[in-house]
């Protein structure tokens, strides 16, 4: 039987105790390391998870027996931060490799090493941090949720965010207390200030996002002129106003405040063009090396179906390598980026269309399949839905490349594409989320 053991370490020796038991797996709290594995660090994150005996090595080896406990409040992001990086990739790999096999059936598969980075910290591009009351109600606080739970826990530093993302948060929060601005209270759907959102290019410049559950802006004279003055990177300053009772970070409405609507971010020869709320791996260095991934796999030819395309990254990466490309999103705003992102990069051959991907397909013609036809599809992490894998198995592309976020939806369509007729020829992980669980994988499909 599988035990699943939070913030182990392979070749760990420790003391657990089961909280959940299943007819196929269990369940354990981490209560004590006995010794540690090779893999095994001190997170450099203070609000990492850490045992109650864990501190300095010789604590963590010779501490004495204890009582079951409950660990300080930590942060439910970076949940592998305990690990070596190489010992990260090494779990990666494995993790795609066990799902294809287990849940797949896809066996004999080899799985390449994962392409990790040089330098996994400050990697982040986009920060969302959730604001709310310290339990005294007494204070402002900004920070990330509590692990499997909406409490907030405070945090003054994050190791994968930027600097200037990190700093312009830590002052608008200071600003919003300053001049007492209510937190949103989810509980009682009352408040104002919900989120702070910061979005940061390579060129060092920053976009800020004021999320609100109302549309009103108290005191937005004297906090945007603040950190304007405050912050020379800092390009745009705006609203987003989310009044529902949900969790869902952005509503609909947005408001310019001041300063641009968009910036530039660089990736290889091609700049895109980013509103605050824009989809876009949040890795500039790392989203490279996975186009690079998948244009190789792509390879060239006369025609590229990219669906599920957003703001068109993957189908511009490649229009150099096709005849006529097609970008399928079945949301207009960052389609309206996507055609924008062409225009600015001159590139002629690519067209957009904001439609359901499983709307398109249906409407295709059938003849316009067959091995003249590449498709590139990166779906959400649900995967492709069933009617658009039929489909794609209709039209018979000759080339597929599936970039998937998630190793067990990324079995589930692979077993019916090779079901289909399909054969793997690549699996390359591409680390993405350092210390998160996370990982992208591209894999190259022919008939």
Not at 431 to 438: A, I, V
Request: overall charge neutral.
């Amino acid at each position: 039987m599988a035990v699943f053991i939070p913030f182990t370490a392979p070749g760990d020796r420790i003391e657990a105790v089961l909280v959940e038991k299943r007819d196929r797996f269990a369940r354990a709290k981490l209560i004590r390391i006995l010794e540690p594995g090779p893999g095994r660090i001190i997170p450099p994150c203070p609000y990492h998870f850490r045992t109650a005996v864990e501190g300095t090595p010789e604590q963590t080896l010779h501490a004495p027996r204890f009582a079951l406990h409950t660990p300080p409040p930590f942060c439910g992001g970076c949940s592998l931060q305990h690990l070596t990086y190489d010992q990260q990739l090494k779990n990666k790999r494995a993790l795609v490799q066990e799902t294809l096999e287990r849940l797949g059936g896809l066996k004999g598969i080899d799985v390449r090493p994962v392409l990790g980075m040089k330098d996994p910290w400050r990697y982040r591009n986009k920060v969302q941090q959730p604001v709310g009351w310290s339990p005294s109600r007494k204070q402002l606080i900004s920070g990330f949720y509590q692990a499997g739970s909406h409490a907030i826990l405070p945090i003054d530093d994050c190791l994968i965010q930027s600097d200037l993302s990190v700093k312009l948060v830590n002052r608008a929060k200071a600003l919003l207390g300053q001049y007492k601005i209510p937190a949103y209270d989810e509980a009682r759907h009352s408040g104002w200030i919900r989120h702070l959102l910061v979005r940061t290019n390579s060129a060092g410049q920053a976009l800020l996002v004021f999320v609100t559950r109302t549309p009103e802006f108290f005191k937005e004279r004297e906090i945007v002129t603040t950190l304007l003055n405050e912050f020379p990177a800092l390009i745009g300053v705006h609203q987003n106003v989310q009044p529902a009772r949900s969790n869902v970070i952005l509503g609909r409405s947005w408001r310019s405040i001041a300063g641009a609507n968009f910036m530039e971010e660089q990736l290889g020869a091609l700049r895109f063009r980013l509103s605050a709320g824009s989809f876009f791996q949040v890795n500039t260095a790392q989203a490279q090396v996975l186009y690079d991934t998948v244009k190789t796999m792509a390879g060239s030819g006369r025609r590229l179906l990219d669906l599920y395309t957003g703001v068109g990254t993957i189908a511009l990466w490649l229009a150099e390598r096709f005849s006529e490309v097609a970008g399928i999103e079945e949301n207009p705003t960052a389609i309206e980026d996507a055609e924008a992102n062409a225009e600015l990069n001159g590139i002629e051959n690519a067209r957009f269309l904001a439609e359901p991907t499983e709307n398109f397909l249906r409407e295709l013609d059938p003849h316009a399949g067959g091995k003249e036809l590449t498709i590139v599809v990166d779906p959400p992490r649900a995967g492709c839905e069933p009617q658009v894998l039929d489909a794609i198995t209709q039209l018979r592309p000759g080339r597929m490349v599936y970039v998937s976020c998630d190793p067990a939806t990324l079995a589930r369509d692979l077993k019916f594409l090779t079901q289909q007729g399909y054969h793997l020829e690549d699996i390359q992980p591409v680390d993405l989320f350092p210390h998160t669980p996370h990982i992208e994988t591209a894999v190259k499909l022919s008939i």
